[in-house]
């Protein structure tokens, strides 16, 4: 009676085991990052960012999100959704309502430019409508650009070997 009972657990765990190797999806799925792939990408941002602090960037983030949704295919509120903000155009995001401000704007974010807006939203597009007013604290504004570049979907461009 042992053999019996010993080999049908291990059958079906062996079925079991063929199964996961043909269909399982992947650990993650590809958009969702791990904290050793977002350490990673951080690693890589030129600096000051990559020494950027991703917690407190979260914490100044926090004053974002009465306005912002981050994630991928997330909704828009008083303002637009920012998953892939870095490397689109200024005033883009499809069927937001922008102010003529962004729309007649011409530049693509990247950080320095997020740099200068988020210091001062007022002055850097004047007539815009996101009333906030500006994150005087360059290490916040380090940090939040830090934490959105890691969280919003930006890939950096393959580089070529650096050059020192
Ligand atoms: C009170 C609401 C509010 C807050 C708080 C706010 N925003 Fe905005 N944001 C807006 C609005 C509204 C717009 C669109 C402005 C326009 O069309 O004139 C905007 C636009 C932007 C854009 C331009 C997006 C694009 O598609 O061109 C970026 C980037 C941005 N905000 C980042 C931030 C960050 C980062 C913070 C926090 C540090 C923040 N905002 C805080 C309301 C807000």
């Not at 988020?118 to 380090?142: C, E, H, I, V």
Request: charged letters at 20%; glycine letters at 8%; proline letters at 10%.
């Amino acid at each position: 009676m042992n053999r019996l009972a010993l080999a049908a657990p291990i059958l079906l765990a062996l079925v079991g085991c063929t199964q996961n190797e043909t269909d399982s999806p992947p650990a993650q799925p590809s958009h969702v990052l791990s904290d050793a792939d977002k350490a990673a990408l951080l690693a890589s941002l030129p600096a000051p960012y990559n020494a950027g602090d991703l917690e407190n960037g979260r914490r100044a983030f926090a004053r974002c999100r009465a306005c912002h949704t981050i994630g991928e295919g997330g909704a828009d509120m008083t303002g637009p959704n920012l998953h892939g903000v870095f490397g689109r155009k200024v005033g883009e995001r499809p069927r937001y309502n922008y102010s003529n401000a962004l729309r007649e704007a011409d530049f693509t974010w990247d950080a320095e430019k997020l740099d200068h807006w988020l210091q001062n939203p007022r002055t850097y597009l004047p007539g815009n409508k996101m009333s906030f007013p500006g994150l005087p604290d360059a290490a916040d504004r380090r940090d939040v650009i830090a934490f959105l570049k890691v969280e919003t979907g930006y890939q950096p461009a393959p580089s070529p070997t650096p050059a020192s």
